[in-house]
């Protein structure tokens, strides 16, 4: 069950979420409830060995803010 990044073409929200197998089409922003989303290139979950992954529960998405306004 991969995790996909996504913009809103609506609201120019980015999100993640997770995809189950033939889902993708029901992706909705979380933030407008927009539908018109497209896939982003994003990085994968590696992290430095050593380095503690967190607190390990889940999130809820947020929005974060569109770079240069």
Do not use: N
Not at 35 to 52: E, L, Y
Not at 60 to 68: L, N, Q, S
Request: net charge positive; aromatic share 8%; proline share 9%.
């Amino acid at each position: 069950m991969p995790i996909y990044e996504y913009q809103c073409e609506a609201c120019q929200c980015q999100f993640e979420t997770l995809v189950f197998g033939g889902e993708e089409a029901a992706v909705a922003c979380p933030s407008c409830c927009g539908t018109s989303v497209k896939k982003m290139i994003s990085a994968g979950a590696i992290r430095p060995q050593g380095i503690p992954s967190g607190g390990g529960g889940f999130k809820a998405p947020a929005c974060k803010p569109r770079a240069g306004g």
